[in-house]
Each structure stands twice: as C-alpha cells, then as structure tokens.
C-alpha cells in the first residue's frame, strides 16, 4: 500500500531533491515548509479549497501565505527568504516538468540585505527613558509599551483592544506615560465617539489608525531612536528577549505568559538559540 503525500507531487519531487545531491535533512526542511504551505491552503485559500489543483495557483496565492508567516508567525526576514526559496524551487520543478502550466512565484521577492538586519533589542531597556521621551509620538511610544507587554500591532489597532488590558499593573514609569497619554487621546475620543487607543485626529470615516497610518508616526521616530521601529521586528525582539531571561520556564508557562501556539513556542526556540549562539 503506498504511502500517503503530505504534499502534491511529494512522491516525485522528494526523489528529485535527493537525486540532485540534498541531503536527508534539507529535504526534510524543504517538506515541512511544503506541508505547512498546502495546508494553510486547505483551510484558508477558498480557490485551492474547490478541487485542490496546484495547477490552479496564481502569485496571490502564495502570497497570502508568506504574508500570514510575517503578519501571523512574525518569522525573521532570514527565514522568510529561506521559506520562499524551498517553495520557488519546488513550483519552477513543477513548471520545468510540465506539471502545473504557470510559474506563481515568479514575481515573488524575498527581502534584501537591508530587511535581513537582526532586530534590536535596545529599546527593551531603555523604555523608562523612551517613555519620558517628548520628542516621541504618543503613539510610537504607546506601540513599544505594548508590544513589551506581548501585543501584537495587530491586536493593539483592533476595535475594542482597551479592554483587554489593564492599566492598573502597569509599573512607575507605564503609569507616568498613561496618565500623559490618557491626557492626549481623551479629547480625541470624545471626537471621535470611539474609547479605542490608536484613532486618527482628523474625521475620516473609519475613525481608527490602520498600519499604514501608524507607521505615519513610526517612521519619523526611528532618526529620534536611531533604530527600527518596524512594529513585527519589535515584536520578535521582545519575544526572543523574553525567551533568553526566562529559559527556565517550561513551553506551557511561555505560551502562556506570550499567548504563542506550540508552532510559534517551537520557532523562537530555534531563534533565540540562533541568537544566543
């Protein structure tokens, strides 16, 4: 009885891999990023859901994947690229053999040297200092509060967020900066008609900031800092950050603490040694 695929074209492509000189391992790395790809598919792409062709993926398709790797997973550019090339191989293979009749990551780019700069972890200790820093936005340094405290940018500009924090735990220093921020957004929620955090100051609609609109007060930040404020490199910091200081705690107590799913547990583990070593 064959042996079920954990991917299309897993019984040809593998020996291929092997044929041409990979080792076993490779060749595991290359079908568990195959694996996952398809079986994000499965589940969230409505297309590949109707009759599961490979034929029938276009570029958007796979990148709506390795958006969900840095929006979701909140992998390195490292891996990123590392990713997008396991897959790129394996399509131009279909493609070469004639197997699917479209390239879908032909147009696809991984990041450059400049996106593949570790992310600093400065601001986790100077934060006292940061959130005294006048020259800041509020909301830059509302976003670097947050995300030391676990948040997601994600999560921090979602309707209704302010309600699943609790000021009341915040240290000397978070309070200070609250009770100044407090001051700072309550008329614009009164204008707004909204209690959320992160709202534009002009009406315009929809009145919450989007990411774009935040990175608005990000980018002008990062020369007053002098580092990056991208807000998923801040957050992959903090976590490997966390990871580091607290390497005593068990996989359940950091999921916990982090909010992260046995996934995310297994892949800053991996981060953090290769940080650490």
């Given at each position: 009885?064959?042996?079920?695929?954990?991917?299309?074209?897993?019984?040809?492509?593998?020996?291929?891999?092997?044929?041409?000189?990979?080792?076993?391992?490779?060749?595991?790395?290359?079908?568990?990023?195959?694996?996952?790809?398809?079986?994000?598919?499965?589940?969230?792409n409505t297309g590949y859901q109707r009759d599961h062709r490979v034929a029938?993926?276009?570029?958007?398709?796979?990148?709506?994947?390795?958006?969900?790797?840095?929006?979701?997973?909140?992998?390195?550019?490292?891996?990123?690229?590392?990713?997008?090339?396991?897959?790129?191989?394996?399509?131009?293979?279909?493609?070469?053999?004639?197997?699917?009749?479209?390239?879908?990551?032909?147009?696809?780019?991984?990041?450059?040297?400049?996106?593949?700069?570790?992310?600093?972890?400065?601001?986790?200790?100077?934060?006292?200092?940061?959130?005294?820093?006048?020259?800041?936005?509020?909301?830059?340094?509302?976003?670097?509060?947050?995300?030391?405290?676990?948040?997601?940018?994600?999560?921090?500009?979602?309707?209704?967020?302010?309600?699943?924090?609790?000021?009341?735990?915040?240290?000397?220093?978070?309070?200070?900066?609250?009770?100044?921020?407090?001051?700072?957004?309550?008329?614009?929620?009164?204008?707004?008609?909204?209690?959320?955090?992160?709202?534009?100051?002009?009406?315009?609609?929809?009145?919450?900031?989007?990411?774009?609109?935040?990175?608005?007060?990000?980018?002008?930040?990062?020369?007053?800092?002098?580092?990056?404020?991208?807000?998923?490199?801040?957050?992959?910091?903090?976590?490997?950050?966390?990871?580091?200081?607290?390497?005593?705690?068990?996989?359940?107590?950091?999921?916990?603490?982090?909010?992260?799913?046995?996934?995310?547990?297994?892949?800053?583990?991996?981060?953090?040694?290769?940080?650490?070593?």
């Open positions: 009885m064959a042996q079920a695929t954990q991917y299309p074209y897993q019984d040809v492509f593998e020996p291929y891999l092997e044929n041409e000189g990979l080792a076993q391992p490779t060749i595991n790395e290359y079908r568990t990023v195959l694996t996952d790809l398809f079986s994000y598919m499965s589940t969230f029938a993926l276009f570029d958007r398709d796979v990148e709506q994947y390795l958006a969900m790797l840095i929006n979701e997973r909140h992998v390195t550019n490292g891996t990123y690229n590392k990713m997008l090339s396991h897959i790129n191989i394996y399509f131009k293979y279909l493609f070469t053999h004639n197997l699917i009749s479209q390239f879908p990551t032909l147009t696809l780019k991984g990041k450059s040297k400049e996106q593949l700069r570790a992310p600093s972890t400065k601001w986790l200790y100077a934060l006292p200092e940061i959130m005294g820093n006048d020259q800041l936005s509020y909301y830059t340094r509302l976003t670097l509060l947050l995300t030391n405290r676990g948040y997601t940018v994600k999560e921090m500009l979602t309707p209704g967020f302010y309600t699943q924090f609790d000021p009341n735990s915040f240290n000397e220093w978070e309070t200070t900066f609250w009770a100044e921020f407090t001051r700072f957004i309550t008329p614009i929620q009164a204008r707004q008609h909204s209690q959320d955090l992160f709202l534009k100051q002009r009406f315009d609609g929809d009145p919450h900031l989007t990411v774009p609109g935040l990175h608005k007060y990000l980018k002008p930040d990062e020369k007053v800092l002098g580092i990056p404020l991208t807000p998923t490199k801040l957050y992959q910091s903090m976590v490997v950050n966390y990871f580091l200081t607290h390497d005593k705690l068990t996989d359940q107590e950091l999921a916990a603490d982090l909010r992260l799913d046995p996934q995310s547990i297994a892949y800053y583990h991996q981060l953090a040694a290769a940080v650490k070593a």
